[in-house]
């Protein structure tokens, strides 16, 4: 039997979207889809594309200094969605339409000073990724520092801060994943008192998981394997 193409399964993908999103009494056009295409050539990302992603989520600055010299025809958004490095901070911010793993000040500060730039209209959109889970292999900014660190990032003129990136545990029992997503939708509703201004944007859920994501109120989901297939393994990023 053929494998399916990348537009079958997003036509599928789509499905489960709006079945989650009506389980709920939510729109399935108020989510956003980030194609995960890390690891995955230019050409399948313009094959994505093709089908009708708009929204892509790269892990590695690196791989996607390279990978964009064949995707740059493309009308899309860029996301960088893997842990940032501190040295790679000022590419980022100049290759990426939105870094949403951001959790520390100093790196927030490197990138709002690469963004004063010449050549930059626009703020850079970024969200803080929390670690919801005390995971050791996880990254992400510790709940009790959350209030104090969005609050010193939307402080940075060259960057928007619209919300909260989390990634769970990967539990095989998706329903058991729920917990994590509702927290992270909770710290958000409690930051929205403490700074007084909009973070309309919760990116979480993958894969296996992004129909309870949706439930649970993500407005962005981030999925690879379901689009593009299982990947190949890259050494690590220096």
């Known amino acids: 039997m053929a494998k399916p193409s990348i537009r079958e399964n997003f036509l599928r993908i789509q499905e489960r979207i709006a079945a989650a999103a009506s389980r709920v009494g939510r729109r399935s056009e108020d989510i956003t889809f980030i194609g995960v295409s890390k690891s995955h050539p230019a050409i399948a990302v313009q094959e994505a594309f093709q089908a009708g992603v708009r929204h892509f989520g790269e892990n590695r600055v690196q791989e996607w200094e390279v990978k964009c010299v064949g995707t740059n025809n493309l009308a899309a958004t860029w996301h960088l969605i893997g842990h940032l490095q501190s040295n790679k901070a000022a590419k980022a911010a100049k290759l990426f339409h939105t870094v949403d793993s951001l959790d520390d000040l100093a790196l927030a500060q490197k990138l709002d000073r690469a963004r004063t730039a010449p050549g930059f209209s626009a703020k850079l959109r970024v969200l803080i990724e929390v670690r919801v889970a005390q995971e050791e292999t996880k990254s992400g900014a510790e709940i009790a520092a959350l209030p104090e660190l969005a609050e010193k990032i939307a402080a940075l003129p060259q960057l928007e801060l619209t919300g909260l990136m989390c990634i769970p545990p990967y539990l095989l029992d998706a ?50 394997t379901a689009l593009f297939g299982g990947r190949t393994a890259l050494p690590a990023e220096h």
Do not use: C, W
């Not at 007084?196 to 859920?205: C, E, H, N, Q």
């Not at 296996?208 to 949706?214: G, P, R, S, Y």
């Open 175 to 224: 329903a058991q994943v729920r917990p994590y997503f509702r927290r992270l939708r909770e710290l958000r509703d409690e930051l929205l008192g403490k700074l007084g201004m909009p973070l309309p944007v919760l990116s979480m859920g993958m894969s296996h998981d992004f129909e309870v994501a949706i439930e649970e109120g993500a407005t962005e989901v981030r999925v690879g």
